[in-house]
């Protein structure tokens, strides 16, 4: 059973850095997409930033330059490293996995339908 646990969200000012960490178990599969996402009240679920297997990464728009998506492999962890955090960046950041030909093919596409495992969240919040 793949399982996946976020932690590292906390309360910052704006200017502040924070990591974020993703402890992934029961997931083995050697192609993979593995993703952020976030979600702030009354809004839709966003791509953050992805990972996939053939070592390539995308990030959004909004947080390019300032967010930063790494693995390590020997911790089975995944990464989000945020800096200059803005209040604009306060959410709920949930990571994600797959191993299949849809979610791998449509990794940087930051489609939240396409993945099928998903960590509970952790809370970022930034203020100004």
């Known amino acids: 059973q793949v399982q996946l646990v976020e932690s590292g969200g906390d309360s910052v000012q704006a200017g502040g850095s924070l990591r974020l960490s993703c402890v992934v178990s029961g997931f083995t599969d050697t192609k993979y997409c593995m993703a952020w996402f976030r979600q702030a009240p009354g809004k839709e679920r966003e791509g953050v930033a992805s990972?996939?297997?053939?070592?390539?990464?995308g990030v959004a728009d909004s947080v390019k330059d300032r967010f930063y998506i790494t693995r390590d492999n020997v911790k089975n962890t995944l990464y989000l490293q945020m800096n200059h955090l803005e209040p604009g960046d306060t959410a709920m950041y949930y990571c994600?996995?797959?191993?299949?030909?849809?979610?791998?093919?449509?990794?940087?596409?930051?489609?939240?339908?396409?993945?099928?495992?998903w960590g509970q969240g952790t809370q970022v919040t930034v203020s100004s």
């Open positions: 994600a996995v797959d191993s299949r030909l849809q979610g791998i093919a449509g990794c940087h596409q930051h489609a939240a339908r396409l993945l099928r495992h």
């Open positions: 990972l996939r297997s053939d070592g390539s990464s």
